[in-house]
């Protein structure tokens, strides 16, 4: 355990436990940026992008937040160089073996949203024996997009429902918002309260783009493998200045 983790290890006396976000999404960029800076290859980067996801879990879990979502790979993210790919595909893989036992330990509950039947078959084998094995598990939710895109996402529920009409199933005015969200790779999942996003990037580069109608939006210029606990605590502090009106005075 290192010495930040052992000194951030309780919720700050600065934030206040009742305005804390019940549900935090991240959006994890410039892995690439800081591979580059150490004058290491990309893939570095992202192994270190492991470590920093690894200990925000658990400072969530630490500090009583209740669900964290990660964007881990996009369906953009298919341009990328194939030999990049072709490691994250394989890192994924080999972090849900090493972790999963851990994750039982700390009664984590992992799923995973995103079009996986797209992604190689050894590492659907994977996904599918973590979030079974962690089902039941209740002292967090760990949400990770893989092969996720917003706009597909909309477009696929659009035409499950769409088929639903056609079959007779369901009337045009029986559609609402709940039944819409029903149909999401999200279902069943909170809407997130805060999205962080690294790297100083401002946009939502295809995330959760029906979720955050909401919610709020930090940017951060940090890169993801230097966010740690006291980049997330400052995060914190500024989403607990803030006043949500969801659209009322």
């Known amino acids: 355990m290192t010495t930040q983790h052992t000194e951030l290890q309780y919720l700050p006396s600065d934030l206040k436990r009742e305005l804390l976000p019940q549900h935090v999404a991240v959006i994890m960029d410039g892995n690439g940026r800081w591979a580059k800076r150490q004058g290491l290859p990309r893939i570095m980067g992202h192994k270190r992008g492991v470590d ?45 073996r090493q972790e999963l036992r851990e994750m039982v330990e700390e009664n984590v509950q992992i799923q995973f949203v995103g079009n996986l039947q797209a992604l190689p078959k050894s590492l659907q084998e994977e ?11 209740q ?4 949400t990770v997009a893989t092969n996720y ?25 029986e559609i609402s918002e709940q039944l819409f969200e ?16 690294t790297s100083g990037e401002m946009r939502l580069s295809n995330f959760l783009l029906w ?39």
């Open 211 to 249: 979720q955050m109608a909401y919610g709020e939006i930090y940017i951060t210029d940090t890169l993801w493998p230097d966010f740690d606990r006291k980049e997330f605590h400052r995060a914190l502090c500024a989403y607990q200045q803030r006043e949500r009106r969801f659209g009322k005075v």
């Open 52 to 96: 920093a996801l690894k200990d925000l879990l658990r400072c969530c879990k630490d500090w009583g937040i209740k669900a964290l979502t990660a964007y881990a790979f996009s369906t953009e993210n298919w341009k990328r160089p194939q030999e990049e790919v072709e490691f994250l595909m394989s890192l994924f893989q080999r972090v849900l």
């Open 139 to 142: 002292s967090i939710k760990f």
């Open 149 to 173: 895109g917003g706009r597909q996402e909309i477009l696929q529920a659009c035409r499950a429902i769409a088929q639903k009409v056609e079959e007779g199933l369901l009337k045009p005015d």
């Open 182 to 197: 029903s149909h999401l790779y999200t279902a069943g999942i909170a809407d997130p309260d805060l999205l962080i996003r």
């Open 127 to 137: 996904i599918s024996r973590s979030m079974a094995e962690t089902k039941d598990n």
